[in-house]
């Protein structure tokens, strides 16, 4: 629920970067919901269990290529960014691919606020000075874990985005 809530902040809060809609929210928020369900299979890969996982549920309300956007939102919140050489990602067309890149780039981050488990992240606000977004939260207790699970996932928001991120705490 964490990585939900500040994955939505995060989307509101970046909307003039990138574009999307409600709809894209839906898909954003359902993947963070299922992010983790692969750590009871593969811990050390959760990622891909979570994706694989994801295929093989029906998802009411969501179409199969909206379900398909979902498992790869669940692979790329750690690891490798989405690569037309991984299965699923390079099946969706390309607007779907662009969705992923973006919607994963914000999940990323949310993930990375929410390294412990914790829920130390109570607010997160955001500015943006030219090419800088800087992400600014207040934690309670202050986890430095957090800040640094969110820094060492920026760097697709960054690519994906063409920003430089900072993250305060």
Known sequence: MQVARLAVRL????RELHGLGAADERLLVAAALLHDLGWPVRPEAHHKGARDLILGIPLRGFSE?????IACLARYHR??????????????????RDKVRKLAAILRIADGLDRT???TVKTLETSR???TLTISVEQAPRSAIDLMGAQRKKDLFEAVFGVDVVIRG
């Open 11 to 14: 989307f509101a809060a970046t």
């Open 117 to 119: 488990h914790a829920a």
């Open 129 to 131: 000075d030219g090419r």
């Open 65 to 69: 290529e909206e379900r398909g956007m």
């Open 79 to 96: 690891k490798a960014h989405p690569s037309d050489r991984h299965k699923v990602y390079r099946d969706l067309n390309a607007p779907a």
